[in-house]
Structure formats: C-alpha cells, structure tokens
C-alpha cells in the first residue's frame, strides 16, 4: 500500500494523464469499451516494452534499458516501471481524437467508420502517437536534470537528442497495433455519437496538454534544441491535420458498412 501511494504522488501527472484518456475513450465507446481498450494498450506496450529492454533484446523499439533508480519509490513489474507502459493508452486516445477533430469525427466515430475512412485516418493517427514520443523521449532521457528522475538510457546513444532513430519506428509499430486491435472491441450503441463539443474536445485537449507539460519542461532545462524541434514537429502536426481536414467532405459519412 505505501508503494502504492509513493507510486501516485510520485507520477501524479501520468495518472492525471490516464484518467482524462480513459474518462473520453469510456464516453465514447462506454465503461467496458474504454476498460478493455486501456487494458489491451497496457498489454501490447509491456510486452513490447519488454522485448527491447531485456537483456539482448531489440524489437521493436531497438535496445534500451530501464534503470532500477526509482523501485522504492513507484511500482515496477518485473524490468519495467508500470506507469510507462499504461502512458500509451492515454496518447493514443489524445493521438485518435486530435485526428477525429481534424477529420469533424469523434472517436466513436472514428473506431466505428467505414474501411475506406479507417484506412485513411489509421496513419494520421499513427503519425500523431509517434510525434508525441518525439517531444516526451528527449524530456525524460534527461529526467536525472527533473522529478522524474533517470529511470532509463540507450547504452549506445541516439542521433535524436539522444534517442535511437529506432525507438521512433517502435512507435509506429506500437500505435498501429493498438489502434487496430482498439477497433474490433465493442462500442456502446454501435459507435453513437457523443456526448457533442466536451466529448470531441477532451482527446485534443489531453494530446495537447502533453504536449505543453513537455515542451515547459524543456524550456525549463534550457534544452534549446529540443524545444525548438518541439515547435517545428507542432508546425508539421498542424499543417498535416489541416491536409487531412480539406481531404475529408464536410458532411458525416455513415459510421458504418460501405
């Protein structure tokens, strides 16, 4: 219990995090829906997290390793500290609905669209859930300097701020994995719409909330380099969005069949 409760003062801001995520995807797809999708995000993150970390391992993130700094302070299982692997859940739901409010879909919608739609919006999203690792990976690769502390390293370096090319096509292999596993699972009323504007707002609310925890962070570390890339990845974020708003017809398309 005391770990427990070490574990929740000390990653305060990934359980704030996750609860905003799991809070819009359930009010998109209901309790059970939200549920088993965090869960089936946490499954996929760990057992891939783990592929890499372990020793000898690489894919698909290329080799890195967890440092055991913080086991007395938040809870770990087995190589792995669990709030890193539950964080993917929560930026793919900022991911999936930053892509929806570009494409005037919400995330019902989205899980529930025709193929012809999925097909189109799945690598939007894909793009958007790895950009955000582009902004966090740099960050925490120098937790030692901030309260998250140095919990991790790639032992032969990384041309991305220090960050192997690699971890980034790991990513991309992560996010297309959940998202379509996240399709297939139940949606309450088929994918209805929400609840209106709070609902679609919510994910790019939490995409973007993320996305400023980091980049102050940066700026806090006086991490120039890294807040301006941080700024350039947001100016490509925005200009692909807006491609993909003017590919899209303004009208709804039927959530499901064609």
Do not use: C
Request: positive net charge; charged residues 15%.
């Amino acid at each position: 219990m005391g770990l427990l409760l070490s574990t929740l003062l000390f990653r305060w801001y990934v359980f704030f995090f996750w609860g905003v995520g799991l809070v819009a995807l359930s009010r998109a797809t209901g309790a059970l829906g939200g549920v088993l999708r965090f869960a089936v995000a946490w499954g996929v993150a760990y057992l891939f997290e783990w592929s890499s970390a372990r020793p000898g391992g690489w894919f698909p993130f290329g080799h890195y390793q967890y440092l055991p700094t913080t086991k007395d302070r938040e809870i770990w299982l087995g190589i792995l500290p669990l709030m890193d692997s539950l964080s993917f859940a929560f930026l793919a739901v900022g991911a999936l609905g930053l892509t929806g409010l570009a494409a005037r879909r919400s995330l019902g919608e989205i899980l529930a669209a025709p193929g012809w739609l999925w097909r189109r919006l799945l690598p939007v999203a894909v793009l958007l859930f790895t950009a955000i690792d582009m902004v966090i990976d740099p960050v925490a690769l120098r937790g030692s300097r901030w309260f998250l502390g140095q919990i991790y390293d790639y032992p032969d370096g990384g041309a991305y701020f220090g960050v192997t090319l690699s971890n980034f096509v790991g990513w991309a292999v992560t996010g297309t994995t959940i998202l379509a596993l996240w399709r297939f699972l139940p949606l309450r009323g088929e994918g209805r719409e929400e609840g209106g504007a709070p609902d679609r707002l919510l994910p790019p609310f939490l995409y973007l909330s993320v996305y400023l925890f980091n980049l102050s962070v940066a700026l806090w570390l006086r991490e120039w380099g890294i807040a301006s890339a941080d700024i350039l990845l947001a100016l490509g974020v925005g200009g692909l969005l807006f491609i993909l708003r003017r590919s899209l017809p303004s009208r709804r398309d039927p959530l499901r069949g064609a």
